[in-house]
């Protein structure tokens, strides 16, 4: 009787919290979505959702389905400290529950803080606009990279929960030089430590500098360049560490009414320091990189878009990861209240090293729908396809993720 419950929990959970927030939806009527705590005015947001998943490890051989329950809670707010300095608060706060692979739960690791985390000052000096910001993220999911356990000197894969923090601290300024010409500069420094000792190698922090130029030719053409450089320091020698310099041009053109481009082209070059334990004898890496994006509004309820990019990354057991990306997506809002999308993208990623240098294809496939039932109440759902070839044993696999999610405006 015992078993029967758990292996039924999931849905009379699901059924019995979808009930419960259509109640809330119906006795919360119009009234004011924020919250107002003394000068600081608050929305508060709460989520439900329920994920199957057939590949949680994303396994060649060996494929572990499960069901994912995950509750959250979303809040954001304002403060204004003068007319016009402002300060923006924003948390995002998950539970997730694996009924299949307990060991797995939140309650097991810890609550996520999901990217949407973060705290914002803004303010003015002169013709200067300035933002100070702390974006923090506690994750835990599957990492899309190889992984090399140091205590045991073996490959991981089929990795489900990749415990990391995500921390990026920085001030971004804006000088309004004259009505046709603005300039922006940034300074940040960005640290990924993961928390299990299996994934130490993957410790690392980086400093991120920028200049950028932008020039209005017209009211529908914004032309730009952009300098970026970065230091990047690994905890441990298994990683080299690096330094990149990033120079690029792009433009933002409304050709017509109904088609937008968005152009950027860079030259991207990194330098490793000597050779490291991962015995990448790379030095140099360099080449294009940016993206290009074209979208058409074929009428008010239908629209489409094609995305290329190409950047060149650090490696996770290798100096350098080139990754071109190609995607293709259709939003459709024709139905009564609801908004439809359609997508496919394509990654394409080489390595450079020693230690089998990884060659790989991916591709996947999402499609998903969006329905208000209340004007508080919001219903989405979604399908993903993941399908991955690549030369290294064990990287071979496909998944399936089938999502459903009810989000509440308090």
Do not use: C
């Not at 914004?222 to 120079?247: K, V």
């Not at 690549?390 to 399936?400: A, C, E, K, L």
Request: aromatic residues 12%.
């Amino acid at each position: 009787m015992q078993i029967l419950f758990f292996r039924q929990a999931p849905k009379v959970y699901l059924i019995s919290l979808v009930y419960f927030m259509l109640h809330l939806s119906l006795e919360a009527g119009q009234g004011e979505d924020n919250i107002r705590l003394g000068d600081l005015d608050l929305n508060l947001k709460g989520s439900l959702g329920q994920i199957y998943d057939s590949n949680i490890g994303s396994s060649q051989s060996d494929a572990t389905s499960d069901w994912i329950t995950q509750v959250g809670l979303q809040l954001g707010g304002s403060m204004e400290l003068t007319e016009i300095n402002e300060i923006r608060l924003s948390i995002g706060l998950e539970y997730r529950k694996y009924w299949e692979n307990p060991e797995y739960d939140s309650s097991r690791n810890f609550l996520v803080l999901t990217p949407e985390t973060g705290l914002e000052l803004f303010f003015q000096a002169g013709n200067f606009d300035f933002r100070l910001y702390d974006d923090f993220s506690l994750l835990s999911d599957p990492g899309d990279q190889r992984f090399f356990d140091p205590n045991s000197g073996n490959q991981l894969n089929n990795i489900v929960l990749y415990d990391r923090i995500h921390n990026r601290l920085g001030l971004e300024a804006i000088w309004a030089i004259h009505p046709l010409w603005s300039a922006n500069a940034g300074l940040s420094r960005r640290d990924i430590r993961p928390l299990d000792s299996q994934f130490r190698n993957l410790e690392r922090h980086s400093y991120i500098a920028s200049l950028g130029l932008t020039h209005s030719l017209a009211a529908n053409l914004d032309i730009y360049g952009q300098l970026t450089g970065s230091i990047d320091r690994w905890r441990t020698d298994f990683q080299p560490d690096s330094s990149s310099l990033t120079t690029g041009l792009g433009a933002s053109w409304k050709m017509t009414d109904f088609l937008t481009s968005k152009v950027f082209l860079a030259w991207t070059q990194r330098s490793f320091d000597s050779t490291a334990g991962n015995q990448d004898p790379t030095r140099q890496a360099n080449g294009l990189t940016g993206n290009i994006e074209l979208t058409h509004a074929v009428n008010p309820n239908l629209q489409h878009s094609l995305l290329y990019s190409r950047s060149i990354d650090l490696g996770s057991v290798s100096n350098e990861l080139v990754v071109q990306r190609a995607q293709y997506r259709i939003d459709f809002s024709g139905f009564e209240r609801s908004d439809l999308f359609l997508g496919v993208s394509w990654d394409e990623g080489a390595e450079s090293g020693i230690i089998t240098p990884e060659r790989y294809d991916s591709w996947v496939f999402r499609t998903g729908l969006g329905y208000p039932l209340s004007p508080r109440l919001a219903f989405t759902s979604s399908f993903e396809h993941y399908l991955r070839e690549s030369n290294v044993t064990g990287r071979n696999f496909s998944r399936n993720r089938v999502s459903v999610k009810l989000t509440y405006s308090f």
